[in-house]
């Protein structure tokens, strides 16, 4: 036995090694082009990203044939059908790529914009001005896309990237990267400003979050359950946390009932695979009898499946009871838990309990209520008669994101080009001293 | 052998679960109060730090007994002069401390106040605005005074405090505490708004930086190497890096000759034992004939001792050659390392490569020279044609700082009641659904 595993043990070990080896080889290699970036002109920055939509656009046919193979292997491994079509690209999507690369070229640049400035009594003119990050690393699911649109962000920022994607996208990602390096040697950038993580291998995401031996400022992890747990256990770097979306919808005694109707439908079904769609229904306990039904009814009509609390089961006939597990469940799916609540606090209450604090949303007419749960509900994003999948950085005029940050350190909310920076204090004076 | 080390290996870990233990009953006290602060009104506040002001100067004399325990422990285990003096209370000290926290009260509210708002086409009205962190872990070295100041921080910021001072400053920091809680409770707050850490073990710090259960959101450390590396290691949680200040005042071949004296005199000697004091003077070489030798007669005459490098021990006979050991080096002392630099990029260069990112001057009557180095420092602050020593909290208008953080994610530079807030997006609508 004993003789038996240790030549696997000593490859293993190897093998790790080796990984450990090339990992920390791109983060050197990130960190050598950091300043280099960070100096970067807007002009420099904004031509490799004109050049890089060029060049998706010029090897569309490439990366279709690449993103081919990474489909065709994901259905053969019986991937779910939603996980496919994540995979998948079409002429369009590449078009639609493009267009996003142009549209991150075409924000204004925040690198070095003054933030804030004043003047001492004592002559000393202070300004806040934007710098970047430094190296930020960002691991994500198999979407090919994030790919251009990560990079890019990162670049508009002034930050070297490393990029990690789901490894049933490698041949697509690769493709794809084949196409920042292209733009990137365009407008004279170095290709390491963009780096893109040679490997499937899962020990390459443990690396990262341990920082690549000093060289990775930050990490932004976008992923399921699976990915959070591990960052959460592993991570020895800051990070821009990306927790699921348990997003709740709030119906209060002073709602309108068809507006309320029309947020609900809209917050679940508008599209339920994005972290903003509502995963809860809590209704007030005065209008229970008014509002549960009709709303559960529009819902159902929708296509939604409704697990319902005692009180809901009561009230709407037919409904599936929802058990303990469905409160702080994220279905990204048609399904809705519902449950009657009494009042304001105790819907507070549940959110504090369940919710991931992502975004959440209240209906009502009173604004005192309203008041109360946007200043209390501890979420990124919370909303007063609007719908929960407002949460997107385009819908808030920001661009393009790389995700909604529920933490609060730095980012908390849409984390687009601005979000990737940090700040220095800028201090001009005329020889003071301090006494 | 197995046998003996066994009883002791339990009994260790006894000690250690017990320890675990208390301070996890601390992070979930702190947790539990946590939504209540975030709540509480600036008048609730300002009103508990006025009885915290007047509780330090009503219980002088029980401090002051307690100080002078800490006092003569620490004297008789040898402590150094400087050390004792930072450990030290006197009536005007406790007088200054209740002036501090009555200042923090005079500032205004961070929580709640608005830093950004605007409309969206579709007429959402999107507003980013404060709030609290949470709850902040703050580890210290032995300066009583830091309880009073960081414990009064985090208050007027809406978040509870964990507080874990040096355990040479025990019997101080827990008088000092008593009369936090007697100014909480003088206001309606809750006593665990702002704990202390209950023991001297410095496994305590070990349990703050892994988090205590998830308890903590931020920790913020204040101490020398030895914590800094401690934080690096075990940081499980984010932190806001206060990295060592080896300071930087080039003198550029720009620069005036008389302003260049009365900044650098100013930079290492006005006070040596701050953060911001100056460690490594670098002279422009084509100006090192004419400058070099009267800035270090200045520095001389001031009471600085000279570490040079081989140019400036032949250009002043007599200076102390420098090792490699001097530049990255606080001295935080009557020290000053000395070195001849190539222009202006081998001053970038060097400061990329020694310094700490903390705070770094110029000093040059060449504008386009000021700028690049302002610009490629990679410091929470640099200057131009000032002082490094303005490098503090209140020199900025921004009030009492529980320091200056040297990383760069979310607090950078001095961190004062505003770095100690986080926001949300608050958007309010009327019925608008995405489309």
């Known amino acids: 036995m004993s003789l ?11 093998s790790d090694a080796a990984i450990a080896t090339d990992m920390n080889a791109l983060g050197r290699q990130a960190r050598a082009v950091a300043q280099r970036l960070a100096n970067a002109t807007t002009a420099e920055k904004d ?11 010029r090897n569309e046919e490439e990366i279709l044939a690449a993103n081919a193979l990474d489909v065709s292997a994901a259905r053969g491994s019986g991937a779910a059908a939603s996980f496919v079509d994540r995979l998948t690209l079409t002429p369009a999507r590449i078009e639609a790529m493009a267009k996003g690369i142009e549209e991150i070229a075409a924000l204004p640049d925040p690198v070095g914009s003054v933030i804030a400035e004043w003047d001492r009594p004592n002559g000393l003119h202070i300004e806040r001005v934007r710098t970047p990050l430094g190296v930020v690393g960002i691991i994500y699911e198999s979407r090919p ?3 251009a649109d990560a990079g890019a962000l990162c670049l508009k920022a002034g930050n070297a990237a490393i990029l990690r994607g789901g490894s049933d996208s490698f041949r697509s990602s690769t493709a794809i990267h084949r196409c920042l390096v292209e733009g990137l040697a365009a407008a004279g950038l170095p290709a390491a400003s963009i780096q893109t993580v040679p490997t499937r291998d899962r020990d390459a995401v443990g690396q990262m979050l341990a920082g690549l031996d000093g060289t990775i400022d930050v ?11 591990r960052v959460q256990k592993e991570a020895r770097v800051p990070v821009f946390a990306h927790l699921e979306g348990v997003c709740h919808v709030y119906v209060d005694r002073a709602a309108d009932l068809d507006m309320a109707k029309a947020i609900v439908v809209n917050a679940k079904m508008r599209r339920v695979g994005v972290c903003g769609a509502a995963e809860t229904l809590l209704v007030d306990k ?7 039904k009709p709303l559960v009814d529009a819902l159902q009509d929708a296509g939604c499946a409704i ?16 058990t303990e597990a469905d409160w702080p469940r994220e279905y990204l799916d048609g399904i809705i838990a519902v449950k009657v609540v009494d009042g304001l606090d ?23 209520a309203a008041d109360r749960f946007l200043t209390e509900v501890d979420s990124a994003i919370v909303l007063h008669n609007a719908s929960t999948q407002f949460a997107d950085g385009g819908e808030f005029g920001m661009g393009a994101e790389i995700g909604i940050a529920t ?4 980012a908390r909310g849409p984390v687009g080009v601005e979000q990737l920076t940090s700040f220095k204090y800028r201090v001009r004076g005329a020889g003071q001293i301090r006494p």
Chains 1, 2 share one sequence.
């Open 4 to 14: 038996a595993t240790e030549p696997r043990a000593a490859t293993d070990a190897g």
């Open 47 to 57: 031509s490799a990203l004109a050049a890089i939509a060029a060049a998706l656009r």
């Open 145 to 147: 896309n994030v790919t």
């Open 219 to 229: 990490i932004v992890p976008r992923g399921g359950k699976s990915l959070v747990e």
């Open 286 to 292: 005065a209008v229970a009898a008014s509002h549960l």
């Open 307 to 322: 697990r319902g609390d005692a009180t809901t089961c009561d009230l709407v006939p037919g409904v599936v009871p929802a």
């Open 346 to 368: 105790a819907a507070i209450a549940h959110i504090a309990r369940y919710g991931s604090h992502h975004t959440d949303a209240i209906v009502t007419g009173d604004h005192a």
């Open 407 to 410: 933490g609060r350190m730095h």
